[in-house]
């Protein structure tokens, strides 16, 4: 039975056993992943996970149930399950109803490859192997630690009792390499280099290796530097993690109607520089979260979040939208088949700016770049704290040395009024979000 | 049924083969400001095979418990054993073990298989009300409890039989406070490998107040300064430095690869005051289990004996590589993945202070406590984060501030460890170190040095 019979049949079952509403969303993951430790090959993995989650609502009282095991009895042993946990549960005031049929988008270009659905384990051990020869071959004074390569082909299937019905296929890659350099016995710090895409022929891995192993050496020989206060550049994988997080946990609308946001209720407001402008769009061609429609079977549309530094719209589900009398903006998210929806970007699209790293760096005076955060970020009050590990210090335009022992702290709030510059070289990262490097002022540069 | 099934499989393999079956049964209840949000529960069930081959592994699982399947899962294990033999530079021997048959299962007062659903219901409900009574500017909370029934089967080809039942029961608690534009967060959790008594020994309600009293209280606090400061670690945050600084730098394959620990078996990298120890035996720890996912029976191991370096943690293989004996610290996530080296119950063992002598003896410098997730790398630069930083002035708590990150060296910052407290606490933490686990840590309050991440 494909996945979309699976969930039809349990919508019917649930009907028959008596539900006011019901939801089944079905996964499966075939997922080749090899794991790099120690230098070499650890592991070669061949996986199948999928499942099906059962949400059923009964006089305002949700539950939810999930199994791996996608056999007939399973599943209507969950679907039983799930109406049990109803009926002891406690009904929710604000509850409204799962979302209706509407109809949904052509499935955004690019979100399935072909060529990468069919690569087997030789060809991810491959790309291993590319991607460890580039950065062996790159200096000999580099080591790689460890490293990860996936091909994950992604089915999703979606029904519900009021007639939403949703299923689509989308591939994926993901690799990453984390790098050392050694010299005189010193070991540089970690350095962090990936690729994400949709496709096979999009994914480099020869550049993960030569990144990870250029930032390795770049980060050998650090010195410390006096404590300051001043600019700082988040590369993108550190901008999202510390800017982008933060900015993702304030638009979302459960949060916002739950007062956890400090952006509920500034609606048109401006909350940020000028500069920003972000979009959320499950629609993006080859976007690394697009499809057509999200985790509740409902569209996936393009929606302005914040433009020109003001606030333009939050981001929900259908609950959440409900709650409001709104629609939903088909940000209803998933881990997976064993968790019922909540609220996540689709792809956050930072809009990129007119320069290009090195004209960053060469118009700054005094700062720091970072290309790796290692620390905490609080989403609700913007503050952050972590080690600038592939750090360098810069000073008249040029990068000097790397840093020694340099944490690096602020609030995003007022670091995203504070951005002096955003540059031109957009990437994906893996908090669902395209970030070129961001440059920002008045930032904590502390040492011992 | 399915051991049986199982067993007759294995009966077929050649070579060193082991197939594990892994049942995870899974309960969590959720109040999101006082309303349910969902009553979740649900099973993931699978098996895997692992077979060595001429020196090399290869790995395969399924969801489908039928005989095909299993036959299946251990010819692919094999067949990518044998492809990826010609990639790999090392050749795979093992340390050698008793195959033990033997059953093991969480030591229970309260069993959770046997009590209502409802029951969970109210008690979240009771914390939930009393957490957001505690203070006109707690806006929002969640409280979480969640219970985790594994029930685990380990069979090798030498003629292991072990059976594991593992039950995990937890909370959590995190709550908003809101004053003034100003926004502060805090996050408390318990939890233990235990029957439901662990509700009674550390009751959810206690950690939801500990919680509310702090976002309430540090919602108009500043942010604590930047700088290499004096500072004592709280019982509750001690572990994670147990962990997090110094528990990976003595994995195996860690060491291995060249950490910080790798030459220093027998020297001494901390204050004599410290001896860190990972136990797979600990009394209702997190990372428990009786014996490993390799079948090893677990042990304490002395990581750190009166500041002196004595072990590593280790797996069969790395154990044969390194000369000594498994250590029994082999563990998988699921049964979706092969055993790798990880910590179970980490910590660093109790000294004599009481709390007042650690603050009477301290001019100037930190009480930080609720600690926040961190990370480290194998040199032993480590950080992790801390929810509150209470001054400390002429030998008294004075100021509450807002948490900031810590960094430092780990074995400097052990060197310059003066005091231990007696207030020892075990907590729970999940760990993520390429698949995630349940892990343990321990200890009591300390006193030494940390770069924190303040505000200049």
Not at chain 2, 65 to 82: C, G, R
Request: aromatic share 6%; net charge neutral; hydrophobic share 40%.
């Amino acid at each position: 039975m494909s996945l979309a019979e699976l969930t039809r049949s349990a919508i019917k079952y649930s009907e028959k056993i008596g539900v006011d509403e019901v939801e089944a969303f079905a996964q499966s993951l075939q997922i080749i992943e090899i794991v790099l430790e120690r230098a070499e090959i650890q592991s070669e993995r061949v996986k199948t996970q999928c499942g099906i989650g059962i949400r059923i609502i009964k006089d305002k009282k949700l539950g939810f149930a999930f199994t791996s095991a996608l056999s007939k009895s399973r599943i209507e042993e969950s679907c039983r399950n799930a109406k049990s946990l109803a009926n002891v549960s406690i009904s929710n005031p604000d509850w409204v109803s799962l979302p209706t049929p509407a109809k949904l988008p052509k499935p955004p270009s690019g979100i399935y490859d072909e060529e990468t659905a069919s690569m087997g384990g030789d060809e991810v051990l491959n790309l291993a192997k590319q991607a460890y020869d580039a950065a062996k071959g790159y200096d000999k004074r580099v080591d790689i630690d460890d490293g990860k390569f996936s091909v994950i082909l992604n089915d999703v299937a979606i029904s519900n009792s009021h007639g939403v019905e949703a299923e689509e296929k989308t591939t994926l890659l993901e690799g990453f390499l984390i790098c050392m350099a050694k010299e005189h016995g010193e070991t540089s710090s970690m350095a962090f280099e990936y690729e994400i895409t949709r496709a096979i022929r999009d994914f480099s891995s020869e550049r993960i290796g030569r990144i990870a192993a250029e930032k390795a050496l770049a980060s050998l020989k650090p010195k410390a530097v006096r404590s300051f206060v001043g600019k700082v550049i988040l590369d993108s994988d550190p901008a999202a993690t510390v800017l982008i997080q933060p900015i993702i946990s304030s638009v979302n609308a459960d949060n916002a109607q739950r007062g956890r946001s400090l952006w509920a209720g500034k609606h048109g407001e401006e909350v940020a520089s000028q500069k920003l402008t972000i979009t959320d769009d499950g629609l993006f061609p080859k976007g690394i979260g697009s499809s057509s429609f999200d985790f509740e079977g409902v569209p996936h549309q393009k929606t302005p979040v914040i433009t020109h530094g003001k606030l333009q719209s939050f981001l929900h589900n259908s609950f959440t939208g409900n709650k409001e009398g709104k629609k939903s903006t088909g940000n209803a998210y998933r881990d997976g088949y064993n968790m019922p929806p909540s609220i996540f970007a689709s792809n956050l699209i930072v809009e990129a700016g007119k320069k290009r790293l090195e004209e960053m760096i060469s118009e700054t005076d005094k700062g720091v770049i970072v290309r790796r955060f290692s620390g905490n970020v609080r989403p609700e009050s913007g503050e952050f704290s972590g080690i600038a590990k592939q750090a360098n210090y810069i000073e008249k335009g040029e990068v000097k040395y790397p840093l020694k022992e340099t944490m690096v702290s602020g609030n995003v709030f007022q670091a995203i009024m504070n951005i002096v510059e955003i540059g031109s070289e957009t990437r994906p990262t893996f908090l669902a979000s395209y970030v070129p490097p961001i440059m920002i002022a008045k930032i904590n540069i502390i040492s011992k | 049924m399915v051991i049986d099934l199982l067993k007759e499989c294995l009966k077929k393999s050649r070579g060193y083969g082991e197939l594990r079956y892994h049942k995870r049964d899974t309960f969590t209840v959720s109040l999101k400001d006082g309303k349910i949000d969902v009553l979740n529960s649900g099973i993931i069930e699978g098996a895997c095979a692992r077979v060595l081959k001429d020196g090399s592994w290869g790995f395969s699982s399924t969801t489908m418990l039928e005989k095909d399947k299993i036959d299946k899962i251990l010819e692919d294990a094999a067949s990518l054993a044998k492809a990826s033999k010609s990639k790999k530079k090392r050749s795979v021997k093992l340390a050698s073990v008793k195959p033990h048959v033997d059953k093991y299962e969480t030591p229970m007062k309260i069993d959770p298989r046997k009590t209502g659903r409802e029951e969970f219901v109210r008690l979240i409900i009771d914390v939930d009300k009393n957490v957001r009574g505690f203070s006109k500017n707690i806006v929002s909370d969640t409280v979480t409890f969640n219970i985790v029934d594994d029930e685990l089967a380990f069979l090798s080809s030498e003629g292991a039989e072990i059976l594991q039942r593992i039950v995990r029961c937890f909370g959590n608690v995190m709550v908003i406070a809101r004053e003034k534009g100003n926004i502060a967060s805090a996050y408390e959790s318990i939890g233990a490998q235990s029957g439901l008594e662990v509700l009674e020994k550390t009751p959810l309600i206690n950690v939801g107040m500990t919680a509310a009293e702090r976002a309430s209280k540090l919602v108009s606090a500043k942010v604590a300064p930047a700088g290499l400061f004096p500072v004592i670690l709280e019982n509750r945050i001690v572990g994670l430095l147990a962990h997090e600084a110094v528990g990976h730098c003595s994995e195996a394959d860690l060491v291995y690869s060249g950490s910080f620990l790798a030459d220093k078996i027998g020297k001494e990298v901390a204050s004599e005051k410290v001896t860190l120890v990972d136990d797979g035996r600990y009394l209702n720890g997190f990372g428990t289990m009786k014996y490993d996912d390799e079948g090893v029976s677990t042990q304490k191991t002395a990581i750190i004996a009166k500041g002196i370096c004595q072990s590593f943690l280790h797996s069969r293989e790395t154990a044969q590589h390194f000369g000594v004996n498994p250590t029994g610290n082999a563990r998988a996530w699921n049964f979706e993945f092969d055993p790798i080296i990880r910590m179970r119950n980490t910590y660093i063992e109790t000294g004599d202070y009481s709390m007042e002598d650690l603050v009477e003896d301290m001019k100037e410098g930190f009480f930080l406590k609720g600690g926040l997730s961190g990370q480290a790398d194998f040199t032993g630069e480590f950080m992790f984060g801390t929810q509150e930083a209470i001054k400390i002035e002429k030998g008294k708590l004075t100021e509450s501030l807002r948490g900031v990150t810590i960094s430092g060296n780990a074995f400097e910052v052990l060197k310059n460890v003066d005091a231990i407290g007696k207030d020892f606490v075990m907590r729970i933490g999940m760990c993520g170190k390429e698949q995630i686990n349940y892990v343990g840590m321990g200890g009591a309050s300390l006193r030494t040095n940390v770069l924190m991440g303040g505000t200049k």
